[in-house]
């Protein structure tokens, strides 16, 4: 990249630091410390607000170049990802959304222990909604050093290194001093910003094309070398029953996992009532639904004007596709207009990075500090206390980001995103979903739910041609690839239920029908929730 992309990329990053620094400090001045304000905001936010800041939680950059990355190299096939993070949020309206804000406090803990045995429950929520975070974490790290580093033009392994601890401070600092209410106005701000430039290189394309879309999928699949079989399914996916069940797999984690992920959930309580909850999701829905419609058309776009070839010759995975159209879009490499759009993609891509790990981030230290910590049997935990805690647990959770980042950097940044749906959707959605509606769920099965697909689920990816046995593995030289799929969603999504319904049925504890109800008359109606 020339030194005008490096410069004008740069300076629009440090622009956007700066504000959300900004935001950061204007908030630790003027909020009072409370639990409920770290971990919620206060439940001041409006359901537009919430709305345009679970959109910034959702839409990561693995959504704006990566998907549009895998419809240039794929067509049809890669199409099919935004479908299924799309259609997810019809499972998190009409299943979670309500039913999560009216039961809960802080975490998915708080909805399943209202019913059971604190202890257990807190532990095994809490252990499993980190290790979804962390996984989500530092997929965002990895993708943060490859991505921000390509774009400044630095592909060393020093830039690559910088950049996540960059990274990792600063989402350290955000949350640490800010909690909720700063995270959320970085969310928003990113939403704002992430929406705003692909509405403009989504424009360009179709003018590009004089509106005709079919021009634009016949030009794409022409120059992808494929033909007609582009625009079809079966490209990426179409090949033997192991690369079929790979897709299903995929597919589950992707439309039920959303509904575990604890950073979406988080974003529930920070609204005053439910029905503002269900208000914020059909407003997440409205915008995250545009974007990926857009993403399609960037994808497509990507096919048509730079053409596969020289997407997969910058980047194998695609990763680079958008920036390389904004560049051809604006006039190319040397020219003022190409340069501009590259560096506002740059700019767009950290935005999106930094706003997405500050939110994952806080989710994480609230699991650490209000289920494990406040689990301890040694004490009850004071609300300041906790929340000096949960500050603490986001350096330390910042820290360990920055190291498996470090360590993962060469790793593929799919596989993580895509376990950790996998193991939301396997040990955090059957314990939220019995809790909520089974009258006889017990204790033993809400932590064997959670320890059954949380179990299996790391078990599988570790014998996965993901980690050995392939030139594309983690570790290539080595083979302990005992099960066929790269995602392990299609086996240990019903692990979880099943292990949730086996240690019911064995359990010796009555289920406490007067506790049910409660949760049952609160979830449904809002009585007594907080």
Known sequence: MTDNHQTLALLLFSAFVAVT????????????????????GGRLFTPVENGFAIAGDYMSAASFLGISGLIALYGYDGMLYAVGFLVAWLVVLFLVAELVR????????????????????????????????????????????????????????????WTVVGVGALMVIYVSLGGMRATTWIQIV???LLLSGTVALTVLVLVRFHGDFDQLLLTAAERSGHGESFLAPGLKYGGDWTARFDFISLGLALVLGTAGLPHILSRFYTVPTARAARRSVVWAIGLIGGFYLMTIVLGFGAAAIVGPDAVRGSNGA???????????????????????????VAAVAFAT??????????????????DLYASLPRRHAKPRSEVAVARAAAVGIGVVAIALGLLARDLNVAFLVGLAFAVAASANLPVLLYSLFWRGFTTRGAVWAVYGGLIPAVVLVVLSPVVSGSPESLFPGVDFQYFPLQNPGLVSIPLGFVAGWLGTVTSAEEPDDAKHAETEVRSLTGAGAV
């Open 102 to 161: 009216n039961c809960g406090r802080f975490t998915l803990a708080d909805v399943v222990a209202a019913r059971m045995r604190e202890r257990p429950v807190r532990i095994a929520a809490g252990t499993s909604s980190v290790t979804v975070s962390v996984l989500y974490l530092v997929a965002q790290m990895v993708g943060a050093g490859s991505l921000v580093a390509l774009l400044l033009g630095g592909k060393g392994e020093a830039a690559r290194a």
């Open 318 to 344: 695609g990763n680079t596709a958008v920036p390389l159209l904004a560049l051809d879009l604006g006039g190319g490499a040397d020219s003022t207009g190409g340069t501009v759009l590259f560096a506002i």
């Open 353 to 370: 990075i930094l706003a997405v790990v500050a939110g994952i981030t806080l989710a994480s230290s609230a699991s650490v500090a209000h």
């Open 190 to 192: 990113k939403a704002a």
């Open 21 to 40: 620094l900004g935001i950061t400090t204007w908030v630790s001045r003027n909020r009072q410390g409370s639990v409920e304000e770290f971990y919620a």
